[in-house]
């Protein structure tokens, strides 16, 4: 165990999950493990090995699928308020374990511990959510054009539901994604990020808990591991009905493609390029914080994380002024430590891409006015801690137009109205979340009418990060199109069926159409 990790109480945390022993890739609490080369998990905090992980071979993978194809025989005939039950225990262990599935989150990929408390916070919402569900999935009824007979609509369970997350939420975008499924009646298999597999081991741990006190198959819930490769089993596998992938955009491109090219459905939640827009009329302290939190926070790791200011010239240099000084304060370090608002990027190949990004923008013809840089010495290690950094730019510089995972703002002036913000604002590919800063009741209503934002989140008087699970959570264009979370987000995850019944004794056709013999 590293100074770190002792310090804060990480031995503690992974006895309770039950992931202390894990130097030789196996694990205990798991009925069926991968047998694969190896995965290393490194923190990004103190750069020590926390696990080593073995991927899912295609031998383990088949194993997976029939324990899971097994599982939905039983789980989707109990009754959806009796699977509710089920995650309602689960919601119940989380928040027994709250604590030291939060540090874990913290310690592997480097967010706040206030962050990886949050995440499980999430994980618990979307449980409480769900158990509400499990006693409303409706379907309509509807008057038929036939005499004596009646119509309606029902849903069904889909049956396996393939996970692929990403490493920026190793623990909630699973729980968003399995607690509808189950509550629908699916089963689930996860493959999380290669980068956290720790937290996915962790997370089964708790469930495969649970369905055992219940009596209930592992195969409800299924944990395979890997990068790319073992993703691709899923996305290839027409036993999946629906593969949900978060991540980036280019994953999505390729995920699309594999799951279509079987007639299958994907949800996708990828990659976004968020922008705040601050009007004259906006509070400029509550524009810093917003943006500053946005920028900077999970060290700019969110796929909601604030990219672009937008800020009327009229404005511009005083907005500008107040983010410089708020950037002095800022104090870069060990993310368990709540004393610090910064901890580090996810690994050294985050930090190339940091220094790159930062390099473009200047020789895009951008200036750099909070300069970034990376971190040595006593406490950096790891080498994965960065400066948050200001560059002025313009919206139609390469970079600026794509996703880079780190602390980067650019600052955008415009001038004349709002509708040339908002031409700014939807000027690039993706569309995940944006944010309007204003007083103005006309400005804010604009924004969010057709005209205006063209994203699947948009906000007013509030940054572009810190979702709530109670609505619908996701993007258009190339963020994917896909919804997940609150809202009627769970329909995805069920197939849908249209009934009609006859309950007289003649057999008219619809549409009038006459067919006699
Ligand atoms: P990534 O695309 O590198 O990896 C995400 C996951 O996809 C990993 O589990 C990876 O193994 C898997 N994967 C990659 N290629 C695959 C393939 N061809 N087939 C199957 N699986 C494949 O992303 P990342 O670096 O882990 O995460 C950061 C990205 O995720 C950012 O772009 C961020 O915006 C995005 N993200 C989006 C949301 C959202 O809800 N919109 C949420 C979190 C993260």
């Known amino acids: 165990m590293s100074k770190i990790a002792t310090a804060f109480g990480i031995n503690k945390a992974l006895i309770a999950l039950g992931v202390q022993d894990m130097n030789n890739g196996t694990s205990t609490g798991l009925s069926f493990f991968s047998s694969g080369e190896i995965i290393e998990s490194y923190s990004p905090v103190d750069g020590a090995l926390i696990a080593k992980v073995k991927t899912t071979t295609k031998a383990d993978y088949e194993k997976v699928m029939a324990s899971a194809s097994a599982a939905f025989i039983s789980w989707q005939k109990k009754p959806a308020p009796q699977r509710g039950e089920i995650i309602r225990q689960f919601g119940e262990k989380l928040r027994e374990l709250k604590e030291p599935l939060g540090k874990l989150v913290s310690y592997e990929m480097g967010k706040s511990y206030q962050e990886g408390l949050g995440e499980v916070q999430e994980m618990i919402d979307i449980c409480d959510f769900a158990v509400g569900l499990s006693r409303q999935l409706h379907g309509l009824t509807m008057h038929s054009e036939r005499p004596g007979h009646r119509m309606y609509e029902q849903y069904h369970s889909l049956g396996i539901v393939g996970i692929i997350s990403a490493f920026n939420f190793p623990v909630a975008v699973w729980a968003w994604n399995t607690a509808l499924a189950w509550i629908c009646g699916d089963v689930c298999i996860w493959k999380p990020s290669e980068k956290t597999p720790l937290c996915g081991i962790a997370c089964q741990n708790i469930i495969a808990e649970v369905l055992q006190e219940n009596n209930l198959p592992e195969g409800i819930s299924c944990l395979i591991n890997g990068d790319y490769r073992v993703g691709e089993m899923m996305t290839r596998d027409n036993r999946i009905p629906l593969v949900s992938a978060t991540g980036s955009i280019s994953m999505g491109k390729v995920v699309a493609q594999a799951v279509a090219a079987r007639l299958g459905k994907s949800l996708l939640e990828l990659g976004g390029n968020n922008a705040i827009i601050v009007t004259p009329d906006a509070d400029i302290k509550m524009t810093v914080i917003g943006a500053v939190f946005g920028a900077v926070g999970t060290a700019g790791q969110r796929c909601t994380s604030t990219r672009r200011l937008i800020i009327h010239e009229s404005i511009y240099d005083t907005v500008k002024d107040a983010l410089v000084t708020a950037y002095k304060q800022l104090r870069i370090g060990n993310p368990l430590d709540e004393n610090n608002h910064v901890g580090p990027l996810i690994d050294p190949d985050a930090v190339v891409l940091y220094k790159k990004a930062l390099e473009k923008v200047v020789m895009e013809g951008g200036q750099l006015i909070v300069e970034g840089g990376v971190l040595k010495g006593e406490g950096y290690e790891s080498g994965c801690y960065v400066r948050p950094a200001i560059a002025e730019a313009k919206n139609n510089f390469e970079i600026v137009q794509h996703e880079t995972f780190a602390p980067i703002l650019y600052l955008l002036k415009y001038s004349g109205t709002l509708e040339n913000a908002i031409t700014i604002q939807n000027g690039v590919a993706q569309g995940l979340s944006s944010a309007i800063m204003t007083n103005n009741l006309r400005e804010a209503e604009y924004f969010l009418s057709t005209a205006g934002s063209d994203c699947g989140i948009a906000n007013v008087n509030i940054g572009t990060s810190g979702a709530e699970i109670g609505g619908a959570f996701g993007g258009e264009k190339e963020t994917g199109g896909g919804r ?30 006459k067919f006699d013999l």
């Open 484 to 513: 997940e979370s609150g809202s009627d987000a769970w329909k995805i995850y069920m197939r849908r069926q249209t009934n009609t019944i006859n309950y007289t004794s003649e057999l008219p056709l619809a549409q009038g159409i």
